[in-house]
């Protein structure tokens, strides 16, 4: 019918038949023309649907838009002109064949049609479509045979369509022109993001990457040259999709939890013996509970939990891209197959001398595509796998977070924050790297079948024996595998366990940001400015002094204050306030003693009335400790802090600020005729354009740095650092080991080169037996060989990489345990639980894998070349422009992935800090019910950081693409030599060579993936390195040792001594010269920011002179080892710091005392009963940071601690802050009496606590104003004298307890 329809033959076999072939015409103009365009009319209702659907805001006309629809319109007039002369022909003899108007009436409909569709695609943010382009691909190819059929007509003598053959080359070069032109992108002005605007051709080559790489190659790239990520992929979007379908299988998973409880509960109701009474029963149920438990301690199994839910959901979440990605793989594994059978072919083709020559061109071409769709299909598998990674880890680090923000305090005590941040560093990354895995748990199953159904095909039943030893080794590897999981696991439990305890040391260190005054300030100032009606308000004055405490009374809290509409739950221990309450409930041993206001429980004379007789002295004619006596204009500077303890910006803000702040509050209290301005307003800073002057930064005022980004190559100094603590022997060893494989590899192919020649010389009934053996022999022996020398260099290489990696993370932790003070000052605890966390685990994992790939993959290339240039030495000809061109792709990539890896370890920093953070202050968080703004900073974060991984990921495919591309024409250009010169060749050379040189393509594409991989990831070596040299506190110990039994005195001699945080920053002590004799008890005492923790700090060298001397006993403390001054002095410290771990541990962490003494010190420390009354006593397991007991009981403990400890100098950094009145009375009478025979230096605000002293410190501005006995200050009209007043002290006798 077809012949019919063309005139002419459609198809026959003698065409092919021929040195010189050729497909029939009418085959050309039918099957290849309609091919095309069936494709585009079957799909393009498809894509105007989804146009419609998906439309956005109509773009503006491009240059780019109008040359293709000017092009396309040339394409409908050359299809009118073409229709036209053949009306013009037809003669109504029917002597023109149909086809001729078929097909320019079909080209008509198709080019209005590409019209409308690139017209519509107006609407779409990436304005070329995948089909279309395709189509165009599809029209070049069909078009290329009916190209030089119409070539070869007028050459042959043929011209009687040169008309229609004109206008046909016409058509075609406009095809080629609009594909070219289609490869190229429209920008749209709605996103910034190239890839969502890339064209299809350049979306599967990753050409819309090209500017990124030349940017990342000219200079470094920064966190604005990478563009954000599409909406879809938003970590707000991620999580939505994955809690709604994490709810459905939640909820299936615990059912499923249930049912199997119900049915233990059942089996364990039956199990019980029949005819036992009621007391027997359950006296076997105790032993039968007993023994469960004994199983599982032994076992070491968990309790029951919903499993298998996460994966089912993420699989739910993610099933699109992972299907797609499927697709992807199965087209690669079946394409891969194909190249034996090419080369079978070709082989087959070197052999057979009568072959036609155009046949042997044939599959060099089909090697081509082949490769090329092999190429294109894997690369952008990966892509997709790399993204569902993101996708995944994104996803399971908010999900972490978000559960954080809603779990029980009873959940929190089970994860520390280190596991936690474990879950978001370490176990997210996992699941990252597992889906680049998951696809190969039936790609492989697919790959071994076809290879056993190829390999029977060729050599029969003789497969049965590797299909045998492979059968063999699947237990094996089953055992390997669960060894494996199990070690794992248990390797996972460790780093839990290491980076909690990291993440503990990091809680007490932290820095000298604030002081607790500070941060008590700034508390409630947050809490006053979210306006709400009821404030609860936990002892917020313990940690100021008197005089700020009464102004922060009377402006905040007080009946006149900015609360006083609002309902306030004041919880305190500073009763002078209490007459100006309305209600006060006294509380006892968790029950409430007495309630009524304050003249009620005072006439009561019970509970309360005892308490303030005992405790306070009564100056106002009823009684009462008046704190409203002066006038509202009170002394502001008094309240302004030093740069003590707030070295950074809001050191000089803060000031001014503040005095605006009281200015404000201060006019506002007094102007009651006035209109109230609501609370925010009246918090609100009043002048932009002052504020802007005062935010004007001056050197050392800015103290959270920006994390340093290294810029440029890796120093070769890293390398060297990563290979010495490798160790150089082992080093030597590994590569000795893997040359040795590959001359055994060499060999082995070599010999069984010279093998497949024997058949040459024998046929297979006269092979002798002996030679056979010989071949057998010798290639089994190599084979031994490359498995041993493997292992060997295998097991040494994990032992290096081993002995590498904790090598880096003692000097790490060393170092970081000596940093100075100032160092934490400046440094977030993310970004150093980042050092420990993230970078670690580059070198544990990533780094000594791509290392022993690199070095198998330069020495196979080696080998290879060998190979191929002993069979060809002409090939050495295509190595050279191969180095070349392989060489310059690397130097493009390698700057931009390294500076992107860069980035992503510097964005990730924030998001671990950010974690810690929230954990540390959940409960202020869900107490300002702030839970959304911390979401979204979290969400923040987490897409910042995915923005530089999906940017780095789309590098890493730009690279394999384009060496793949150059790989697959030299395995091109090599079938064509082999082609060419094949009457010089035999077909077990073409075989070896063409094989060899796949191999080598993919090697060489491995090798420099592999160089840039090691360059990419040294750079956690790089980061690691950094804090490594981190600067030092002086030396732990020196040559200068203190004398045995140093301090026997405990006396302090402080002359003219200076000490500053930062070199940059002022003194926050300034000449401080005083004697403390021994024995002596000093009390310490300021405004906030005086300078009173300073001196805490300066006697133990956290902070070293800036001048000036501290002489303890005779030694100046600057001449001896930290070490050796630091644990001769004992402090009991503001914030009291707790670690994970039993009570025991806690007080005696190196086993130095017996159980009796332990008791003895709790006993002292008013814990006894408290410990006692603990299920678990002295094992009782305390949680992070303490969480599990209250401030005040953490301050006892240190306070035992410090009991246990008996030095001759014991400082109390407002140890007794957090604690009641009465137990504030017993620890000063334990202290007198358990360290009369030491030096004792007592800060605190609370003035009873230190009126006890033999001599009290007056510290202003980082100066002494006063330095005398009690007795001496309060008969003076200073600074003390003033403070005693404000705190309702006239003299020593009104506080003796």
Known sequence: MLEKFCNSTFWNSSFLDSPEADLPLCFEQTVLVWIPLGFLWLLAPWQLLHVYRSKIKRSSITKLYLAKQVLVGFLLILAAIELVLVLTEDSGQATVPAIRYTNPSLYLGTWLLVLLLQHSRRWCMQKDSWFLSVFWILSVVCGVFQFQTLIRMPLNGNNSNLAYSCLFFICYALHVLILILSAFSEKDDSSNNPSLTASFLSSITFSWYDSTVLKGYKQPLTLEDVWDIDEKIKTKTLISKFEKHMAGELQKARKVVQRRQRARAQGESRDRLPGLNKNQSQSRDILVLEEVKKKKKKSGTTKNYPKAWLVKTLFKTFYVIFLKAFVLKLVHDLFMFLNPQLLKLIISFANNRDTYVWTGYLYSVLFFVVALIQSLCLQNYFLLCFILGVNVRSTIMASVYKKALTLSNQGRKQYTIGETVNLMSVDAQKLMDVTNFIHLLWSNVLQITLSIYFLWAELGPSVLAGVGVMVLLIPINGILA?????????????????????????????????????????????????????????????????????????????????????????????????????????????????????????????????????????????????????????????????????????????MKRENSLHRTLSRSSRSSSRHRKSLKNSLKTQNVTTLKEEEELVKGQKLIKKESVQTGKVKLAIYLKYLQAMGWCLIFFIIGAYVTNSVAYIGSNLWLSTWTNDSKMYNGTNYPASQRDLRVGVYGALGVAQGVSVLLA?????????????????????????????????????????????????????????????????????????????????????????????????????????????????????????????????????????????????????????????????????????????????????????????????????????????????????????????????????????????????????????????????????????????????????????????????????????????????????????????????????????????????????????????????????????????WKALELAHLKSFVAGLQLGLSHQVTEAGDNLSIGQ????????????????????????????????????????????????????????????????????????????????????????????????????????
């Open 794 to 1158: 295998n097991l040494c290489s994990a032992y290096a990489s081993t002995h590498a990696s904790n090598i880096l993370h003692q000097q790490l932790l060393n170092n970081i345990l000596q940093a100075p003070m100032s160092f934490f000052d400046t440094t977030p605890t993310g970004r150093i639980v980042n050092r420990f966390a993230g970078d670690i685990s580059m070198v544990d994992d990533t780094l000594p894998m791509s290392l022993r790939s690199w070095i198998l993959c330069f020495l196979g290339i080696i080998s290879t070349l060998v190979m191929i240039c002993t069979a060809t030495p002409i090939f050495v000809i295509v190595i050279i422009p191969l180095g070349i061109i392989y060489t310059s792709v690397q130097m493009f990539y390698v700057a931009t992935s390294r500076q992107l890896k860069r980035l992503d370890s510097v964005t990730r920093s924030p998001i671990y800090s950010h974690f810690s953070e929230t954990v540390s202050g959940l409960s202020i968080i869900r107490a300002f019910e702030h839970q959304q703004r911390f979401l979204r900073h979290n969400e923040v974060g987490i897409d910042t950081n995915q923005k530089c991984v999906f940017s780095w990921i789309v590098s890493n495919r730009w690279l394999a693409i384009r060496l793949e591309l150059v790989g697959n024409l030299i395995v091109f250009f090599a079938s064509l030599m082999m082609v060419i010169y094949r009457a010089t060749l035999s077909g077990d050379t073409v075989g070896f060579v063409l094989s060899n040189a796949l191999n080598i393509t993919q090697t060489l594409n491995w090798l420099v993936r592999m160089t840039s991989e090691i360059e990419t990831n040294i750079v956690a070596v790089e980061r690691i390195n950094e804090y490594i040299k981190v600067e030092n506190e002086a030396p732990w110990v020196t040559d200068k040792r203190p004398p045995p039994g140093w301090p026997s005195k405990g006396e302090i001699q402080f002359n003219n001594y200076q000490v500053r945080y930062r070199p940059e920053l002022d003194l926050v002590l300034d000449g401080i010269t005083c004697d403390i004799r021994s024995t002596e008890k000093i009390g310490v005492v300021g405004r906030t920011g005086a300078g009173k923790s300073s001196l805490t700090n300066a006697l133990f060298r956290i902070l070293e002179a800036a001048g000036g001397q501290i002489i303890i006993d005779g030694v100046n403390i600057a001449s001896i080892g930290l070490h050796d001054l630091r644990e001769k002095l004992t402090i009991i410290p503001q914030d009291p710091i707790l670690f994970s771990g039993s009570l025991r541990m806690n007080l005696d962490p190196f086993n130095n005392h017996s159980d009796e003494e332990i």
């Open 1194 to 1297: 953490r301050q006892l403990l240190c306070l035992a601690r410090a009991l246990l400890r008996k030095s001759k100098i014991l400082i109390m950094d407002e140890a007794t802050a957090a604690v009641d009145i009465e137990t504030d009375h017993l620890i000063q009478m334990t202290i007198q009496k358990e360290f009369s025979h030491c030096t004792t230096i007592t800060i605190a605000h609370r003035l009873h606590t230190v009126m006890d002293s033999d001599r009290i410190m007056v510290l202003d501005k980082g100066k002494i104003v006063e330095y005398g006995t009690p007795d001496e200050l309060l008969t003076n009209s200073g600074p003390f004298y003033l403070m005693a007043k404000e705190a309702g002290i006239e003299n020593v006798n009104s506080t003796s307890f």
């Open 482 to 654: 669960t060894k494996s999981r199990a070690i794992q696991v248990k390797n996972m439990k460790n780093k839990d366990e290491r980076l909690k305890t990291m993440n503990e040391i990091l809680s007490g260190i932290k820095g000298i940001n604030l002081s607790g005054g500070q941060k008590q300030r700034i508390s409630l100032a947050r809490a006053t400015y979210q306006n709400s009606d009821i404030y609860v308000l936990d002892d917020p004055l313990s940690a100021v002094d008197a005089h700020v405490g009464k102004h922060i009374f009377n402006k905040v809290l007080g009946p006149n204050g900015l609360l006083k509409d609002k309902t306030r739950l004041l919880i305190t221990h500073s009763i002078h306030f209490l007459p100006q309450v309305h209600e006060i409930v006294v509380l006892g041993n968790g029950t409430i003693l007495e309630k009524g206001p304050y003249s009620t429980l005072l006439a009561n004379k019970g509970v309360f009335a005892k308490i303030l007789k005992t405790f306070t002295k009564r100056t106002g004619p009823e009684g009462e400790a008046t704190v409203n006596e002066d006038s509202e204009e009170e002394d502001d500077h008094g309240l302004m802090p030093s740069m003590e303890e707030i070295p950074e910006e809001v050191a000089s803000l803060t």
